[in-house]
């Protein structure tokens, strides 16, 4: 998470979890709310689709219903929610790091 603690962003938690689904990560950063899925793919997997293409429907409903649920347990409702994808591909030892603000919507 330092790619995005690099960036401003304050890490609020990790592997959030109910009975709905689970949010990777949630940052906050001003007056915004990041619930961000990270997907990590190698050569080759870009065949389906990559990060971005494994966020299908119904991963997305789940991350919405979640999110909803952190925001009132947290009380957090002044801030603006964004339902993000943070990608790392790595290749020959290297990581390229892609950080889709807002993915998608709920």
């Known amino acids: 998470m330092r790619f995005l ?4 962003h304050h890490v609020l938690a990790r592997r959030f979890r109910v009975r709905h689904g ?5 940052t906050r950063s001003g007056d915004h709310l990041y619930f961000v899925e990270v997907k990590t793919r190698r050569p080759g997997s870009d065949a389906f ?3 971005v293409g494994s966020l299908t429907a119904l991963k997305q ?3 919405g219903r979640v999110a909803d649920i952190f925001v009132g347990r947290s009380r957090l ?4 929610p964004h339902l993000s994808l943070l990608t790392v ?3 020959g030892g290297r990581a390229r790091v892609r950080f ?3 993915a998608f919507d709920a």
């Open 5 to 8: 603690e690099g960036r401003g």
């Open 22 to 26: 689970e949010i990777d990560v949630v």
């Open 49 to 51: 689709g990559g990060g």
């Open 61 to 63: 409903r789940r991350m």
């Open 77 to 80: 409702h002044d801030l603006v």
């Open 89 to 91: 591909e790595t290749r």
């Open 100 to 102: 889709l603000p807002d």
